[in-house]
């Protein structure tokens, strides 16, 4: 049964930075594309970042040039360095994993993990 599972949330001052960690296990980390998404209160859950397979990235327009998404195939890991904090940055942040390969499960989503960003 596949699983992420994040860290690294906490509360930081606006213009810090933090790095959340994604360990994933019981699926094949290397056929999926790994994302981060957030979600703050009263408001939908959007795209952070994606990284793909062969290491391609797409940011939201929001954090380009503030955040970094990067994964270790070797660590079953996912990784989001977030620089410049904003309290607009204030989120529950979540790992997921993406495939399109036949036959496994396409989707997986982690629990969370909360950052708050205080000015």
């Known amino acids: 049964q596949g699983k992420l599972v994040e860290s690294g949330g906490r509360l930081v001052q606006a213009g810090g930075s933090l790095r959340l960690s994604c360990a994933a296990s019981?699926?094949?980390?290397?056929?999926?594309?790994m994302g981060w998404y957030r979600q703050a209160p009263g408001k939908q859950r959007e795209l952070v970042a994606t990284?793909?397979?062969?290491?391609?990235?797409v940011y939201a327009d929001s954090v380009k040039g503030r955040f970094t998404i990067s994964r270790d195939n070797a660590k079953n890991a996912v990784y989001l360095q977030m620089n410049s904090l904003k309290p607009e940055d204030t989120a529950v942040y979540y790992c997921?994993?993406?495939?399109?390969?036949?036959?496994?499960?396409?989707?997986?989503w982690g629990q969370g993990t909360q950052v708050t960003v205080s000015s």
């Open positions: 997921n994993a993406n495939t399109r390969t036949p036959l496994v499960p396409n989707n997986y």
């Open positions: 019981g699926f094949i980390f290397s056929i999926y594309t």
């Open positions: 990284i793909t397979t062969g290491g391609s990235t």
